[in-house]
């Protein structure tokens, strides 16, 4: 073929807006996503992402894996398949879950892309244009830019070292009948090691909140993509344990096993599994074949629990270093939560200081954190708090990172 | 942790539809999503799905990719990534589309989930509850339940032997006008070896189509996931060659290298990019790492291109198998294309035969395709026709299940 024409031409520009969504104006680019380009300079000590720790992946199991499926299955691992998942995987995923609490069967278990496409999905199954959501102030970035896409609006409730104030749920909802006339779509709530936030919600609200959601028939969306990494205290029960009939409940291997295969679920009423499946079958079909059948055959052979295991330990270790240092090197005035697990925790520092403004100081010292008010869905707090990863990096590094951001704030606040 | 909780009680069923948004009225379970569950029967003859030749997926070369990978880029490849995609596959991809005729650079391409998740952000970012969108009729399943989800509406013009009627483009724009009183949000097209109806666009036809499009002022999806898929005749310059400004264009590695790792890519004006990275941050963050790395792995080790080879002359074997078949076993009054490439043929039935019913019958002789009323999206044709997939089933399997479905056809035109 010899089309003559020269793709070196200048292509002309044109105005695509006319062309767009209206709600491509509520879509904005996520403030992690375009911090990582920027700490993706080799020396930033990277605190702002929410990376799992790249020195325990578990490369070798993953490779064995790979062969064995390739020998044993690999056509079908390579072809397309069910929109609901790799059936061997819902059977595990379903067990565990029952483990865990949760009353699941294959029939209650979409795979999808990492809980994020389940958050997606949730938008595109409950969200109509000017819909309210509940959720805690701070609350996760990933979901709010999720949502937007459907033009949510969003009534919060305060959080605090109990994790969500469930008292302040009738309130907000009554806020939103007020505002809207209808009811919030649902109630977002991250229980485990709450991202940003870094607490865990209590027992006692736990069973609080299922009540007053029962009361106002709400539904709940119980993200749990830390839930596995507990370094102290017990387990406490999913809140789907107390409400399975109104909770959609969301888990990922992203944190216990790698977020490069883009594996999560969405556990459900079997009532709603219908809606999600047709929902991931117009998102993309289905999962990856592939890399569902890789996250199958390491938990199949036993091997994720004990690399949890391992994780656990490391991450404790390292959370108990971000702790001592921030004990050793930050200024007075400063506070921040104790997680008993995850990847996260929010610090405070003095009202005079601006986490948005510090940043770029902070960059300076070559250290980078997400700064708090990202974590508002209405921009109304978190202007002297920030999030800090301690999952990624290792312990002398992140003694060197808090160091340099407690010289930063010292000399910040010495003028 | 004792739960003391009685996980098999009776969980209570809940009424959810007053919670749902209004889109999910629009959406619906694809009708080969759901033929996939019954063509699993191993006996049945599946000339239904859209599947790639399972026994030319290459194992091998798959085992060395991943092996290679995880050696020498291992914690890279699992971590999370760029939602732009991975940087040395966007380079291979913009290099590969500039020798086809598009003027990419790595700026123009983001990676997706394959094609579908391609097809769902564009109706994220331009579909407006009942806006229009102008296509062939038939068109692409696939293409309308992504986009119902939108709440799209659909003007069609018909297709022929030189695919797309480009004629008739500028009428169904009118009548959209007519209708809602805005234009439509874009036109789309599958210019090579069309799904479901085999035909290719001509070449008159696509500077055709280029001029009424700029003079309408109108985008241009080009779907394109069978173009290397050319049996017989010349490669013909993508739409996007004469209108890069205004045309996004979709690829996959689907149907070249294996549908199960979810790997297709947007080549589309710069100025558009900001607005899918930002839909494709919300859906699901990044399309997997380790399976682009693989991608890429195959590719820039020269091996596609071989294999594509290998696969462009084992389905022609099959599609000159079914061709003869259809000829030899087939009753006079039918007619099918005779596709230059890809995975399908268009057969049309006597108007007696409605091929909904007929479907049941062919189930009976254990033969499956899809009735053509599916393609249709204001259902308005394709009574009598269905679509053959050539690419799937061996030889000796073709021949069976024309011969199955011609001994049907026969037998209903009797009586």
Sequence with gaps: MDLNMDLDRKVPVLDWEPHLAARTKHMHSSAIRELLK????????????????????????????????????????MQYSASEGYLPLREYLSDALRKYGIPATTDNILLTNGSQQALDLIGKVFIDPGDYILTSRPTYLGAIQAWNAYQSRYHTVNLDDDGMVVDEIEHAYDKVLADSGKPPSFIYVLPNFHNPGGTTLSQARREQLADVVTKLDLAVVEDDPYGQLRFEGDDLPPICTYIPERTIYLGTFSKTLAPGFRVGWISCPEVLMQRFVQAKQGADLHTGTFVQ?????????????????????????????????????WPSGCSWTHPEGGLFLWAKVPEAINTVDFLETALEERVAYVPGVHFYPNQDGGLNAMRLNFSYSRTEIIVEGIRRLGVALKRRLAG
Tied chains: 1, 2.
């Design 38 to 77: 920027i700490i993706q300079q080799p020396d930033i000590i990277a605190f702002s992402g929410g990376l799992p720790a790249p020195d325990f992946f578990p490369l070798r199991e993953v490779g064995e894996a790979c062969q064995y499926i390739l020998q044993e299955n690999g056509a079908k691992a």
């Design 293 to 329: 059948y890789v996250a199958n055959d390491i938990c199949q052979r036993g091997f994720l629990k004990q690399h949890v295991k391992r994780l656990r330990e490391a991450y404790k270790e390292r959370r108990d270093t971000m702790l001592d240092a921030l004990t050793e090197f």
